[in-house]
């Protein structure tokens, strides 16, 4: 089946740094990426959708120039958490599409900043 | 706007009972409905879809869901749990897009089985 990767699994920073988070599609193509965020004990929240050799596309409320994405492959999307804030700490998770088969989803990053 | 509505936060069944775990959507046109399952510390793991055609939809590990228009519910159902069954589960509902836009989801029933 469609395997997708996220890398690190496990992540703490301290305040004010930036922090990048990769999503790989290992055994397809993935021309969209989505980017989640998890809260503990609540829902995913999509934070952005990122299609290759485009910009990504950002929910409401979701800020564009602190959650910086790149697709820069059809296998590779990176999230770039920057001058990142206790606030921020959360359980990123990004899933891949084949279209026809809908959304892998990788383990996700658990991020903390102290 | 879309949305999902998972009313049961928390669901206990004993191992080997039938389970039913409810989901209510909102959506404007035709929806693209799923159930994925998070174990503890894991990523989430795609149960079952549905995209059109039948309404009774069969996926993985034993679990069906019912797609019912009239009542804007998936459903979904398992005929016998097992204590590995034991995880969050999530319904999702998604655009037209074949399942290529993002998903909204619900938020989540978290199932606890008692030996």
């Known amino acids: 089946g469609a395997v997708v990767s996220q890398h690190p699994s496990r992540v703490i920073c301290k305040s004010g740094t930036s922090v990048k988070i990769e999503c790989r599609s290992l055994?397809?193509?993935?021309?969209?990426m989505f980017w989640y965020r998890q809260f503990p004990k609540q829902s995913l929240m999509l934070m952005a959708t990122?299609?290759?050799?485009?910009?990504?596309?950002?929910e409401q409320g979701v800020e564009k120039d602190k959650f910086l994405i790149n697709h820069a492959s059809l296998t590779l999307s990176t999230l770039t958490v920057t001058s990142a804030h206790p606030e921020d700490s959360s359980f990123y998770i990004c899933?891949?599409?084949?279209?026809?088969?809908?959304?892998?989803f990788g383990p996700g990053t658990r991020l903390t900043v102290l | 706007a879309q949305s999902v509505t998972q009313p049961d936060i928390h669901i206990t069944v004993s191992e080997g009972a039938s389970l039913e775990l409810r989901c209510n959507y909102s959506?404007?046109?035709?929806?693209?409905l799923f159930w994925y399952v998070q174990s503890p510390g894991q990523g989430l793991q795609l149960l079952l879809k549905?995209?059109?055609?039948?309404?009774l939809v069969q996926g993985i590990k034993g679990f069906e869901a019912e797609f019912k228009r009239s009542q804007s519910s998936f459903n979904l159902r398992k005929p016998s749990v097992h204590w590995s069954d034991a995880a969050e589960y999530f319904c999702?509902?998604?655009?037209?897009?074949?399942?290529?836009?993002?998903?909204?989801f619900g938020k989540g029933t978290h199932l606890i089985i008692q030996p």
């Open positions: 999702a509902v998604g655009g037209s897009g074949g399942g290529a836009d993002g998903l909204t």
């Open positions: 055994d397809f193509q993935a021309t969209t």
């Open positions: 959506y404007g046109a035709t929806p693209y």
């Open positions: 990122s299609n290759e050799g485009s910009k990504a596309t950002y």
């Open positions: 899933s891949a599409t084949t279209t026809a088969e809908g959304q892998f």
């Open positions: 549905y995209f059109s055609g039948d309404t």
